[in-house]
């Protein structure tokens, strides 16, 4: 098992530019999640899914799409890459138990620059 | 609205001591989850431990021990005999029950550097 994985790792961009960003999930889990980590800040939550063509914003949305076409892919999207973007992406999955909620397990991170 | 603080923002120990990170978090549900993850210089998060809030009973982990205090709104996490691997970032996160609020709200984490 993978686990979590994410593509790219490192990146840079011009502001204005596009580009998504792949995380991919072996483990079946039916949620996925996008995450944003900034120095003294913590991460956090973007975008979430918790299920295959569901979406639904997080804490700091603005700026970024997300689509679950496959239950084990979760894409981000920044459409016009802006400085205030540069931060360490990651991604998660969990996987629901009634009631219970389940850890995350991470992926790696993707580390962009914005120019 | 949840809220997760951790107010020890760095820490410094010398090898073999015993060090304690706090976590203090406000909540309005009856039903939430606390869990601490480690960030190694490496990057990734690791997950440590997960607490429901109807568990109070302290865990504890070969060097590793939780102390859950539901009065006090705190889930403080000891390293004993702390080692240089244990140098990292470690966050405390709170969710809600997992029907509708799926949120994971971290703490800004605490950087725990060993000092050999």
């Known amino acids: 098992n993978a686990g979590v994985t994410q593509t790219p790792k490192f990146r840079v961009l011009k502001t204005g530019q596009s580009m998504t960003l792949l995380c991919a999930q072996d483990?079946?889990?039916?949620?996925m999640y996008w995450y944003r980590q900034d120095p003294g800040m913590g991460l956090r939550l973007i975008h979430y899914?918790?299920?295959?063509?569901?979406?639904a914003k997080g804490e700091v949305p603005d700026g970024y799409n997300v689509s679950r076409l496959k239950k084990q892919n979760f894409l981000l999207g920044l459409e016009s890459a802006a400085p205030s973007q540069t931060s360490v992406y990651f991604c998660?999955?969990?996987?629901?138990?009634?009631?219970?909620?389940?850890?995350?397990?991470f992926g790696p991170g993707t580390r962009l620059t914005v120019l | 609205a949840q809220k997760v603080t951790q107010a020890q923002t760095e820490i410094s120990v010398v090898e073999k001591e015993d060090v304690t990170l706090d976590c203090v978090y406000e909540?309005?549900?009856?039903?939430?989850?606390l869990f601490w993850y480690k960030q190694p210089p490496s990057g990734e998060l690791v997950f440590l431990i997960r607490?429901?809030?109807?568990?109070?009973q302290n865990e504890i982990s070969g060097r590793y021990s939780w102390n859950f205090q539901k009065s006090t709104s705190s889930f403080n996490f000891t390293i004993t005999a702390s080692q240089v691997v244990d140098s990292a970032v470690y966050f405390c996160?709170?969710?809600?029950?997992?029907?509708?609020?799926?949120?994971?709200?971290f703490g800004t984490g605490t950087r725990l550097t060993i000092i050999p």
């Open positions: 998660a999955s969990s996987q629901t138990s009634g009631t219970i909620y389940n850890e995350q397990f």
């Open positions: 483990m079946n889990h039916e949620y």
């Open positions: 899914s918790v299920g295959e063509g569901t979406t």
């Open positions: 909540t309005r549900d009856t039903t939430y989850y």
């Open positions: 607490r429901n809030s109807f568990d109070e």
């Open positions: 996160a709170l969710s809600g029950p997992n029907f509708g609020n799926e949120k994971l709200t």
